[in-house]
C-alpha cells in the first residue's frame, strides 16, 4: 500500500504562485508515475500534469501548460507542483496520485489509471 500526503494549498490573488508538495511512502517500488489532479466545485476530476520517475519524461494538461511545472526529488518519492501565473480558474482541491504503468500523451492524465490517492489540498485564487 502506498501512502500520498499532499501540502502546500492555500490562498493567493490571480498571478500568484504556490508550489505543491507530495510525499510518497509505503511500498512505492513499483509506483513509476506520480501525477496531480484537480476538482474543481461542479467539475469533473481533471488531471493537471504527471512524471514518468524513470525516465523522467512529464505531462501537462493544455490548460496549464506554460504555467505549471512537475518535478521530483532525487529519491523519486516526492513530486512537486509549482504553479505560476495563477488564475482563478485554477482554483480547486488538488490530488496526488501514484500508478504503476506505462503510458504516453494523454493516458498519462487519466484518472482511471491511477490506484493511490492522497487526501487533497486546497488552492484559492481571488480575482
Known amino acids: 500500500q502506498v501512502q500520498l500526503v499532499e501540502s502546500g494549498g492555500g490562498s493567493v490573488q490571480a498571478g500568484g504562485s504556490l508550489r505543491l508538495s507530495c510525499v510518497a511512502s509505503?511500498?512505492?517500488?513499483?509506483?513509476?508515475?506520480l501525477g496531480w489532479f484537480r476538482r474543481a466545485p461542479g467539475k469533473e476530476l481533471e488531471g493537471v500534469a504527471s512524471?514518468?520517475?524513470?525516465?523522467?519524461?512529464?505531462y501537462y494538461a493544455d490548460s496549464v501548460k506554460g504555467r505549471f511545472t512537475i518535478s521530483q526529488d532525487s529519491a523519486k518519492r516526492r513530486v512537486y507542483l509549482q504553479m505560476n501565473s495563477l488564475k482563478p480558474e485554477d482554483t480547486a482541491m488538488y490530488f496526488c496520485?501514484?500508478?504503476?504503468?506505462?503510458?504516453?500523451?494523454?493516458?498519462?492524465?487519466?484518472?482511471?489509471?491511477?490506484?493511490?490517492w492522497g487526501q487533497g489540498t486546497q488552492v484559492t485564487v481571488s480575482s
Open positions: 496520485a501514484a500508478a504503476s504503468m506505462l503510458c504516453s500523451g494523454e493516458p498519462c492524465l487519466w484518472p482511471r489509471n491511477f490506484a493511490d
Open positions: 512524471i514518468y520517475t524513470r525516465s523522467p519524461t512529464t
Open positions: 509505503g511500498d512505492t517500488a513499483n509506483r513509476n508515475l
